[in-house]
């Protein structure tokens, strides 16, 4: 099962964010977050459409698998209240704990170097 939960989170990674298929959070994530992830996944991409997510590695335990992942894109539409800067930031670290209920999604809480992904943007923080 943990190999199984580790391709999910690829699979999020991969097709729903880097491939931009959010079509595919029905099946990765149980019904209760759908929509959170929609609106959190969804205004993510708007903002930053060419994202690409590295992962650089998966560690499962239990019912949870921890992602370590580098984040590129370039900053084309709204974001957090910022209007586009068509600045680029590269390699913003990330760490988020996904935890599943039976094969699906069920919460994820992360961390990500927001600070540096701001200046490499040019913001500041609000």
Known sequence: MPDARKDLVRRLVDEAINGGRTDLIEEL?????????????GSFIRSF??????TVSLV????TVVGRFKCSATHTGEWRGHPPTGRRFEGVDE?????FEDDRIAEMW?????????R????EPR
């Open 49 to 54: 459409p060419d994202v690409r997510m590295t």
């Open 120 to 123: 490499q943007l040019g913001l």
């Open 95 to 99: 760490v988020y704990f996904v935890t």
């Open 29 to 41: 994530f149980v019904a209760a977050k759908v929509d959170w992830a929609h609106e959190w996944f």
């Open 110 to 118: 992360g961390l990500e170097d927001s600070l540096d992904r701001f």
């Open 60 to 63: 499962s335990e239990g019912d």
